[in-house]
């Protein structure tokens, strides 16, 4: 025992690189942008007796506390998901004794800052405190019938009294007073009957229930103790949809007319002047805020309620950047400054999920929040400065070209570019010139080990950053309005069109997704580095289906998007890259019938025109159709795979399987035995060949999938003994390998020799992926994000399936740990430290210059960047590495020497003469 | 014209970890596409499968007419894919259409000998049915050559099932079993070794010894030199 404890410890010693970081490394290579999502409620608080904030609630199901000042965030407390944990009812307290503030004043004796309600079977609701975010009360709500109870409402009475009230559309309201803090109804529950109630025509304002009755809006006050129907005529055919104004009690806005049944709330007039409306108190008055957008110009005007005239002359007209889509305005606060005039401060959220706060004419500051929901992320070459440009232009000779070729063009190339060097030193160094672009000018230039780079990031709302991956800093951004992601729940694409290697031809990357309203593709292409759109949006007029890309161009160095339409006909953009799509194999999926189809491109020189032919159907939808498809895995197109096999004990070599349209599938379903049972099938997309399946019963998932060089590693929940596991599959060709140089689906090639093994984790799993590097020479190792919030690099050799369980006198091989079933959570390897990152959705990663480091990206609410190095960071010097000393030791050796030799010299002759 | 072949009974190379549920028998018809038409497909033959679990199969398939070997042989030339349209029948009654192609000019320098692969799934349910072509005629490589329709007799098809497998599951039975071997032994007491202290420690004293010597040899030397 103690023998082998000693050998597992010595293997685990000698082969788990340290990965964990000094104390004097962190936030070195890494940051964090720390995000609550898109805004849904805002209430801003300046007052000069206590700190100024800002609490907000959001669509994330988040709720913070901003510093006004600068938007930084002072807590934050992330709720529940959907829908479990939907927010009903964010209510700041309102307390009558104090100054009509957004929060409670410190003499106030109310239990609570801050109430939310959330979910509906059961209904959390809970106190908090607004200066440190803790939880003061909380008490749950388990409806009699939870389908009624989807739809329920809360609303927050003057009586300081929470309201629940649960709709029967077509029949009555069942409304119930419970005291806010502890959950104690107030008398029973009172049924008012309204059969003129329906799903998605009703709202609530306030303590009004308003609903849109073919051309009446009928309305009903629900905290009046016998209530009336009340009701207003408006145009038959509306065409926007209801809205209820911000801060008023009975009034909804329809096609830009408001309609108010609550008599005592004044709103001047029946007609919005502004996109957005908002009233709230300031001090003992009631104000009424118009937000307009008109040409890029904000308007915000304040009027008072009593007067109907502009208030104190505020106003703001703000510059206000065009890819930000309309705004509302949520919160506002003034304050009197010195010169005894107003100081209004604005809170807008807007069309793209930012957050922006205005004060006088200027936006103060504002928060990116749709960075909360990337899609897709890609990390970009910067442009190369001009003297390393025109190296890579000596260097760079084209064989075709006659003139490179000889020795004088050669020469004469060298000389021009020294020229040009010496240039840039006056123009650059001196300072003599301006820098020659803005993207230099911003410092970004390609590093020597190309680690700085251009992090693009595509979110859902459609907005694209970039981003600098040393620092986090925005450099540009797009907004892309009404487009959504693709059916299924297939995210819209990020691609690279054409890399910035190719100097002095601009880098193209281009999106491509569906537009929300006419639900056809769209493609938007721009310039990474600087942002600036390439071309027109080209709005396509069909349904994608599939998206494929042709190789890389010689001449354009173009990759070009092949698409399939949902009527099987197949485009290609550019245009004329059309003939190069002969001969091209692409395959569909249907997630629901779990069928998969392969076609085959041919181009006909007459028509012009590429034909698709049906090859291939592979059905896996199994016993009555019950599975789908939940999972698709391929391997990176742009991996390498640096070592072809492995080395056995007796020194032969076990071929690895490396079939580049090898795809694996997963599909789930029910089983009248086996209750869940899900399908692993690795499907070799060309020839439409299922090349090995596995089946494991009771698994549910979610099931995370990743699949490179020849293995693939998926993680499931089991559902019998109630754990994670992580299942590993190994694919070799055996102990001699078919065609080492061409690898062909077609020429019926070998099957592979499955190994597979499973364990259990210690952790449940959020999202899997493989790091990569230039050349993969550089071990792979899995990034495992796990659901608490941290992301573990987990060497593949804790995962290989061919861990054996070892017999005693047997012999061992090399880099392989005996079995254990359980892997380990191992601290050190936690790439994020004690950063948490808060609901982590995805990893996407990218090689570096360096074929020892692969930078990370970790999206989720938050997102975080940083570098990792599997096997060490072998081809770099540390960064403690001491220069001076090295240099001097040198040099005192050399002089030493030098030194030493006179003197034996010396030596030699006195002995000589002696 | 039709000839009767049974053909080799095969059993899956990894059958220990395969599995089935039950076992059953298929129906499998397949139609061809030779015609420019791509949609038109004519009947090839029937597959019939009697048993999963051991993979006995045998097939009933057309002689080829002359102009269907000529449209082979035109597909062949033409670097087309011979598609093949295999409508699977299950005892329940329940059908199943799947489609596989292959390149027809490795059809046809192997003299139509291929495999049908009919993968399973473990309710015996097929997933997929790949045709393909195993070894191909030397001196007929596939792009090089002129075919002729003297090379087509008729097909030759072996058929091939391919079973699903059975999900691994974490291993603890065997490694608690390791580990309480392992404290029995430690129970036990180590196994005594009785060999002598030279023996067992022979790999360090030689060194030890060797490096004496040579300093001893080199030693008295330096002190003659003196």
Same mark, same amino acid.
């Given at each position: 025992m103690s023998k082998s404890v000693v050998l597992c410890l010595a293997s685990i010693l000698f082969l788990n690189s340290t990965l964990g970081l000094y104390e004097d490394q962190i936030k070195k290579f890494d940051w964090k942008l720390t995000q609550i999502g898109k805004v849904n409620n805002a209430f801003l608080d300046l007052n000069p007796y206590q700190q100024n904030r800002l609490i907000v609630s959001t669509e994330e199901n988040v709720i913070a506390s901003l510093d006004?000042? /600068? %938007? !930084?965030?002072?807590w934050r407390q992330i709720l529940e998901n959907q829908p479990r944990g939907q927010l009903k009812l964010i209510q700041m307290l309102v307390d009558? #004794? *104090?100054?009509?503030? *957004?929060v409670r004043h410190q003499? /106030?004796? #109310?239990?609570?800052?801050i109430l939310t309600v959330q979910g509906h079977s059961p209904a959390i609701v809970r106190g908090w405190n607004a200066f440190t975010g803790n939880l003061e009360f909380e008490w749950s709500l388990v409806p009699l019938q939870t389908e009624t109870a989807e739809d329920s409402f809360w609303f927050h009475g003057n009586d300081m009294n929470l309201y629940h009230v649960i709709p029967n559309f077509g029949s009555h309201l069942e409304v119930t007073e419970y005291i806010a803090n502890n959950g104690n109804s107030k008398g029973t529950t009172s049924k008012i009957s309204a059969s003129w109630i329906q799903k998605d025509k009703c709202l609530i304002s306030g303590s009004y229930y308003i609903c849109l009755e073919g051309s009446h809006l009928l309305a009903l006050d629900l905290t009046a103790t016998s209530p009336q129907i009340l009701k207003k005529v408006v =145009? /038959? #055919? =509306?065409?926007t949809s209801l809205k209820a104004v911000r801060g008023v009690s009975g009034a909804v806005s329809l096609d830009g007319f408001i309609y108010s049944f609550d008599e005592k709330e004044k709103l001047c007039g029946d007609k919005v002047s502004g996109q957005s409306l908002l009233k709230a108190f300031q001090g003992d008055e009631s104000l009424l805020v118009e937000a307009d957008l008109k040409n890029n110009v904000l308007e915000i005007s304040v009027k008072s309620v009593e007067s109907c005239e502009t208030w104190q002359n505020v106003k703001s007209t703000v510059q206000y950047p065009s890819h930000n889509g309309v705004p509302e305005v949520l919160a506002f606060s003034c304050r009197t400054n010195r010169q005894n005039t107003k100081v209004c401060s604005f809170v807008l959220t807007t069309e793209d999920e930012a957050l922006l706060y205005v004060q006088g004419d200027k936006i103060r500051w504002a928060r990116e929040e749709a960075l909360a929901n990337v899609v897709s992320g890609e990390f970009i070459d910067l442009p190369l400065s001009d003297s390393d440009g025109s190296i890579e232009d000596e260097l760079k #000779?084209? =064989? %075709?070209?006659e003139n490179d070729s000889d020795l004088f063009g050669a020469f004469s190339r060298r000389v021009v570019s020294q020229i040009h060097l010496v240039r840039s030193i006056f123009l650059h160094v001196l300072g003599l010139g301006p820098a020659p672009t803005a993207t230099q000018k911003a410092g970004l230039i390609r590093d020597a080990f190309g680690l700085h780079k251009m992090l693009v990031v595509l979110t859902q709302t459609g907005k694209v950053y970039g981003l600098d !991956? &040393? !620092?986090?800093? &925005?450099?540009w951004s797009n907004y892309l309005r009404s487009v959504e992601n693709f059916n299924n729940g297939e995210e819209m694409k990020l691609i690279v069109q054409r890399t910035s290697k190719h100097f002095p031809k601009q880098p193209i990357c281009t999106i491509i997704t569906k537009s929300a309203e006419t639900k056809k593709g769209v493609l938007f292409s721009f310039n990474p580095i600087t942002g600036a759109q390439i071309g027109e949006t080209n709005n396509l007029n069909y349904e994608i289906q599939q998206i494929a890309f042709l190789p890389e161009d010689t001449t354009e160095f173009l990759k070009a998007i092949v698409l399939f339409d949902h009527n099987n006909q197949v485009h290609v953009i550019p245009e004329n890259y059309k003939k190069q799509a002969d001969g091209l194999y692409l395959f569909t999926a249907n997630k629901k019938s779990a069928i998969l189809n392969g076609f085959h491109l041919k181009f006909n020189e007459k028509s012009g025109q590429l034909q698709p032919q049906p090859i291939w159907t592979v059905n896996l939808s199994g016993h009555g159709s019950t599975q789908e498809i939940t999972s698709i895995a391929a391997k990176n197109p742009i991996e390498h795979v640096h070592s072809q096999g492995r080395v056995l004990n007796d020194r032969s070599v076990l071929y690895k399987y490396i079939n580049p349209n090898l795809v694996a599938v997963v599909t789930q379903g029910l089983d009248n035995i086996h209750k869940f049972v899900m399908n692993v099938h690795l499907v070799d997309v060309v020839s439409g060949s299922v090349v090995f399946s596995l089946t494991h019963r009771k698994v549910r998932g979610p099931i995370k999938i990743v699949h490179s060089e020849n293995w693939l590693a998926y993680s499931y929940f089991n559902d019998k003994v109630r754990r994670s596991e992580i299942t590993a599959i190994e694919l070799y060709e055996g102990k001699v390998q078919a065609n080492s140089s061409v690898w062909s689906s077609l020429d019926a090639p070998p099957m592979p020799l499955v190994e597979r093994q499973s364990y259990i984790l210690p952790f449940s799993v959020e999202f899997l992926k493989e790091t990569i590097t230039e050349r993969g020479i550089t071990n792979k190792h899995v990034l495992i994000a796990t659901s608490a919030g941290n992301i573990m690099e987990m060497p593949w050799f804790y995962l290989d399936p061919r861990r054996p369980i070892i017999q005693p006198n047997q012999p061992r091989e090399e880099g392989v740990l005996p079995y254990i079933p359980e892997l380990p959570f191992i601290q050190e390897n936690m790439i994020n430290y004690n950063q948490t990152i808060a609901r982590i959705q995805s990893i996407f990663t990218a090689p570096s210059g360096l074929e020892s480091t692969c930078l990370v990206l970790a999206t989720g609410l938050d997102l975080f960047v940083t570098r990792v190095s599997p096997s060490k960071t072998f081809d770099l010097l540390k960064e403690d590495f001491d220069y001076y000393l090295i240099a001097m030791v040198l040099v005192a050796l050399t002089s030493a020497s030098l030194f030493v030799k006179q003197l034996s010299a010396r030596k030699i002759l006195k002995q000589a003469w002696k | 014209m039709q000839k009767l072949t049974v053909f080799l009974i095969f059993t899956v190379v990894s059958s220990s970890l395969a599995y089935l549920d039950s076992d059953g028998w298929l129906n499998i018809e397949l139609h061809h596409a030779l015609s420019s038409d791509p949609s038109k497909f004519s009947f090839r033959g029937n597959i019939t499968v009697s048993s999963l679990t051991n993979g006995l199969a045998n097939d009933d398939q057309n002689t080829l007419t002359a102009e269907e070997k000529q449209s082979i042989i035109k597909l062949a030339e033409n670097n087309d894919f011979y598609r093949v349209r295999a409508t699977v029948s299950y005892s329940d009654g329940s059908k199943n259409t799947f489609l596989t192609s292959t390149k027809a000019c490795t059809l046809v320098s192997s003299q139509l000998t291929d495999v049908f692969w009919v993968s399973v799934d473990s309710n015996g349910f097929v997933t997929a049915i790949t045709e393909t072509v195993v070894g191909q005629l030397p001196g007929k490589i596939c792009g090089s050559g002129e075919f002729q329709p003297s090379d087509l007799v008729e097909f030759t098809s072996d058929v091939l099932i391919r079973q699903m497998e059975l999900g691994p599951i974490p291993d603890t039975a065997s490694f608690i079993q390791k580990v309480e071997r392992e404290k029995e032994a430690r129970d036990k007491g180590e196994v005594k070794d009785n060999r002598s202290f030279f023996a067992k420690y022979w790999m360090y004293i030689v060194p030890v010894v060797v490096l004496v010597m040579i300093s001893g040899a080199t030693n008295p030397e330096a002190g003659g030199a003196k």
């Open positions: 006004p000042l /600068s %938007g !930084n965030v002072q009558d #004794s *104090a100054p009509k503030t *957004a003499s /106030s004796k #109310s239990p609570y800052d =145009p /038959s #055919s =509306p065409k #000779s084209k =064989p %075709g070209n !991956n &040393i !620092n986090g800093k &925005i450099h | -």
